[in-house]
Nanobody
Framework: QVQLVESGGGLVQAGGSLRLSCAAS????????MRWYRQAPGKQRELVAA???????DYADSVNGRFTISRDSAMLTVHLQMNSLKPEDTAVYYC???????????????WGQGTQVTVSS
């Protein structure tokens, strides 16, 4: 089993900052990539940022230059530093990990429970 636990959400004024964290635990071989998604009320879940085990990162256009994704060397914890927050960043943020359970297996996706981020105007 793989568990992802998010933390760091909350309420912040526009222009402020928040830092989300996601910690992975359980029995697995390796993590290929970790991602942050978000889902606002009435909207589809969207990919916000991703980081691979090799350290490559990618961002949605809407957050590029404001958000930074990082990971620890063991790829067990990922952070999302969110600066210059806007009301439209309000959403539930979900951590996602693509995990290899064994050496001969491909990756499976696992999800955290989500953490609420609310940005007031």
């Amino acid at each position: 089993q793989v568990q992802l636990v998010e933390s760091g959400g909350g309420l912040v004024q526009a222009g402020g900052s928040l830092r989300l964290s996601c910690a992975a635990s359980g029995r697995f071989f390796s993590i290929n990539a970790m991602r942050w998604y978000r889902q606002a009320p009435g909207k589809q879940r969207e990919l916000v940022a991703a980081v691979t085990s090799g350290g490559n990162t990618d961002y949605a256009d809407s957050v590029n230059g404001r958000f930074t994704i990082s990971r620890d060397s063991a790829m067990l914890t990922v952070h999302l530093q969110m600066n210059s927050l806007k009301p439209e960043d309000t959403a539930v943020y979900y951590c996602n990990a693509n995990v290899r359970r064994g050496l001969l297996t491909s990756g499976d996706d696992y999800w955290g429970q989500g953490t609420q981020v609310t940005v007031s105007s």
